[in-house]
């Protein structure tokens, strides 16, 4: 499950020197929150990975130093303890041994879309992961184990039949993901999993699974860390999370983390993996798998968790806290910009200072209060809430308070971070190779480090630039298929389509229509770096079906286009 966080404007002499060990699936894309975070938090790189083909240095407190590869064998394994009846637990030092029965290893077969061929699938691979068993028949697990899955299967500890699963929901913000089993056989002798109250610093934890090293369950000990706003790799976003020093490799994803009275306080999903950390692992807490599991049974579905459209700035500095009106008294934040897509974009305005969220005022630094000692991230105040869910904001207006209730919502950027499991679109016309951009699709072009290696106004656009209308997308042509009738436009690649005779392309499904329907001598695509493109238009597509046939390419759209 690693990711890589980019750090924006900076390209590292390593390239993502942090990688994540948990299952195996495919590296999730890489986003920014919609605030810059001046302190990142971390940057990841292949937040998922399979092979366990990145080498780790450091080595856990204790233990004898081991090979370069440990990073996903198991590190140590204080075994389970052999007295693991459904159930039971016993009470030896204050200190109650969770029941490990409801642990469950989870095995998935993936076929993930090729973005590069959106027209076919990679070859299917298989992962483990682990997973564990809640109240109303079901097992939670990280999304990142099940993403394109084909077939999930769960096997229970000490069983030897693998029990074919049927997935509810998906969070890719959370990376939660939801199951159920429809054999009653199953869930005999299971008895769920209790949640737990956040855990205070330093609070013991037992994350327990079935990581890479052997087939058995293993269990990992630590103490909490830390507690704040983290980087989800796999969901590029940024919610709450448990940073604990027990170790999370390759297998572990899913699995719980139990405190000391044998209660769940969290979900493993990630790890940080550089030569100049050690034992550093992420938890997904119970406030963020609370709001998963209530947000699913309220809708019936994963709606996922809203944001406020805005990007802001710290008000740190006295000269410009006094140039912007406000008191010394007064505190918040100053908003840079309004996604124009978003409801808030409608009261809000650039330059207002954000005062408060829901009554919690906001310091100059963006934080607020959270617990006896410590502060957080405003945007927890936002996570907190559902989609559709009403807020209060508070700001400052040419030093005049204004109050406005909102609308919260979940809002995409101009490059999506996630297709969240629908094929890709495309559309052939002459060979042109025409898709809409994604980080998946990056990521398939350039690899995992596409955030340095790919165009420089692909990636502005990426980091910075807020979609207009709701439906706009940014087209590119991916590739030209060779034949007779595009020769000369061969090396365009990856390039943006701005219009098409004349008119601005808003995404890849009005693109498509106004070229089926064009009825012009010539079809012309205006590109980025004021190039052109230019074909007839009854050769143009009369040559498509033996390009087609040539590609062994079954249509000349994706389905999502033909309706």
């Known amino acids: ?34 605030a810059d975070d001046d302190d990142a938090v971390f940057s990841v790189s292949n937040v998922e990975i399979i092979d366990p083909k990145s080498p780790r240095r450091g080595r856990g407190r204790g233990r004898p130093k081991k090979l370069p590869k440990l990073s996903e064998n198991g590190d140590h394994d204080p075994p389970a303890p052999a007295d693991s009846d459904p159930g039971t637990a016993w009470e030896g030092g204050a200190r109650v041994v969770p029941s490990m029965d409801a642990v469950v290893k989870v095995f998935c077969t993936h076929t993930e879309p090729n973005f590069s061929l959106p027209w076919q699938r990679k070859r299917q691979y298989s992962s483990s992961s682990s997973g564990f068993v809640i109240g109303g028949r079901r097992v939670l697990t990280n999304a990142h184990s099940v993403e394109h899955y084909t077939q999930v299967k769960l096997k229970k500890r000490g069983s030897d039949t693998k029990y074919l699963a049927t997935v509810l929901a998906i969070g890719t913000e959370c990376d939660i993901a939801m199951l159920t089993v429809d054999d009653d056989e199953f869930w005999e002798g299971v008895s769920p999993v209790e949640f737990g109250e956040l855990p205070a610093l330093q609070d013991a934890v037992t994350v327990v699974g079935y990581p ?46 139990f405190n000391d009275k044998g209660t769940c306080v969290g979900i493993a999903f990630q790890s940080l993996k550089h030569e100049d950390a050690e034992n550093i692992g992420y938890v997904i807490p119970t406030p963020v798998i609370m709001h998963f599991i209530k947000d699913y049974e309220k809708n019936g579905a994963y709606t996922g968790f809203p944001i406020l459209g805005i990007e802001w700035q710290k008000m740190e500095n006295p000269d410009l806290r006094t140039s912007m009106g406000m008191k010394p008294d007064q505190k918040g934040v100053r908003i840079r910009r309004i996604d124009p ?12 200072i954000l005062l408060s969220f829901d009554g919690v005022n906001i310091a100059n630094d963006g934080t607020v209060p959270f617990r006896h000692g410590e502060r957080i991230g405003f945007s927890y105040l936002i996570s907190q809430k559902y989609t559709g869910d009403n807020s209060k904001v508070k700001v400052l207006r040419n030093s005049e308070i204004l109050s406005f209730d909102i609308k919260l919502a979940s809002h995409k950027r101009l490059i999506p971070a996630h ?41 502005d656009k990426m980091l910075h630039s807020l979609r207009q ?44 229509s106004m070229v089926e329907n064009c009825e012009d001598e010539f079809l012309k695509f205006d590109l980025e770096y004021q190039q052109m493109a230019v074909l007839r238009t009854n050769t143009a597509k009369a040559a498509t079906l033996d390009i087609l046939a040539t590609h062994c390419i079954p249509s000349a759209m994706s389905d999502d286009l033909k309706t």
């Not at 499950?1 to 948990?22: F, I, V, Y």
């Not at 897509?341 to 207002?352: F, G, I, N, R, W």
């Not at 890709?424 to 955030?451: C, H, M, N, Q, W």
């Open 469 to 512: 209308s709701p439906d706009e997308q940014l087209v590119v042509v991916s590739q030209v298929l060779v034949a007779d009738i595009n020769i000369g436009y061969e090396d365009i690649v990856n390039t943006q389509v701005l219009a098409f005779n004349g008119k601005p392309v808003k995404n890849l499904k009005s693109l498509a």
């Open 212 to 257: 890479i090293g052997g087939d058995t369950i293993s269990v990992t000990s630590g103490v909490v860390s830390r507690i704040e706003i983290l980087s989800y790799v796999h969901g590029s976003t940024e919610l709450l999370g448990l940073q604990i020093d027990a170790a999370i490799n390759s297998g572990n994803s899913g699995g719980p983390a």
């Open 1 to 34: 499950m690693g990711d890589n966080k980019r750090k924006r404007g900076r390209k590292p002499k390593t390239p993502t020197p942090e990688t994540l060990a948990t299952t195996s699936a495919s590296p999730p894309p890489t986003t920014t929150s919609a």
């Open 341 to 352: 897509t978003a409801l808030e974009s409608q009261v809000l305005k650039p330059s207002d």
């Open 419 to 459: 297709i969240k499991g629908r094929p890709p679109s495309y559309y052939i016309v002459a060979g042109f190779v025409f898709t809409a951009v994604s980080v998946p699709y990056l990521r398939s072009e350039y690899g995992k480090d596409y955030e340095f290696e790919a165009p420089v106004k692909l990636l």
